[in-house]
């Protein structure tokens, strides 16, 4: 897996995510894929209240516990949230730009790491100072977490469906004994269906949620990469071989839902 820190000159979210943080407005934000048409993400819509949220997010953060990892924070809506809540919370993102905006923002514990840094390791939390990808002394990056969040279609960053067990094991050695896993996605099944309710899925092809994108904000031009959608009985049949649970906690109006995966 990717363990890889992004570049300012790479990083459009970032950039659209600290302008708004500093001026209170953004450029656009523009969403390219080989599967749809070009699409807008609002940068505001990354800057949302609790009560701006969808039902699903609103969901999670009650479902929330213990001490708190927030996997890919972006501008740290949820982790200020919980934050707000008197929960102990360190969000972790892959762009130094979205962690300077959180820090502004007055999120606590915010650290530019990719999940899969070696550095990050699994066990108890020790609570030793180490130096980070920016130089600063961090908190040591150890395990010991009873919640872990995934948001915003949080099985994403798995990129594809051969790496979702990666993903979950990764995950499964940063719980506390009894932990959980609330992670977000939906099926895109629904994209392939005809008017007679058959679907043109090609079932000798790759995975049908696996897309690709890439995001440009004014001249900062991403690369492109891998995103996964997951159906939840596919996902749920991947965990168990990773010897976790899932069970469907919600289901949203868009072919969306949150689950909640655990150790068995």
């Known amino acids: 897996m990717n363990t890889e820190i992004l570049s300012a000159d790479k990083d459009p979210m970032g950039a659209a995510i600290l302008d708004f943080q500093k001026q209170g407005k953004a450029a656009r934000l523009r969403v390219l894929s080989s599967m749809f048409e070009e699409d807008e993400m609002p ?5 949302r209240s609790t009560r701006e949220m969808p039902v699903l997010e609103q969901k999670a953060l009650q479902l929330a516990k213990g001490r708190v990892l927030d996997i890919g924070a972006g501008s740290g809506c949820h982790t200020l949230a919980l934050q707000e809540k008197g929960f102990t919370v360190k969000a972790i993102d892959i762009s130094p730009l979205s962690c300077e905006a959180m820090k502004l923002r007055g999120v606590k514990d915010a650290e530019c790491i990719n999940l899969f840094d070696p550095h990050l ?3 108890n939390h020790s609570g030793e100072i180490q130096e980070n990808h920016s ?4 908190e040591q990056f150890e395990g010991g977490f009873d919640t872990i969040l995934l948001l915003m279609n949080g099985t994403g960053i798995a990129g594809k469906i051969e790496h979702l067990p990666d993903l979950f094991q990764r995950l499964k050695a940063l719980l506390n004994p009894g932990g959980q896993i609330l992670i977000d996605s939906s099926d895109l099944k629904y994209i392939y269906e005809n008017e007679d309710g058959s679907f ?3 079932l000798n092809g790759a995975y049908y949620g696996e897309v690709d994108y890439q995001m440009i904000y004014k001249d900062v031009k991403g690369d492109r990469f891998d995103w996964l959608y997951v159906d939840f009985p596919l996902l749920k049949s991947i965990a168990e071989t990773c010897c976790l649970h899932s069970e ?17």
């Open 43 to 47: 940068v505001k819509h990354l800057f």
């Open 121 to 123: 390791s699994s066990g």
């Open 135 to 138: 130089g600063e002394n961090q």
């Open 200 to 202: 043109d899925i090609n």
């Open 248 to 264: 469907l906690v919600a289901e949203g109006e868009h072919y969306d839902y949150l689950a909640r995966i655990f150790q068995a």
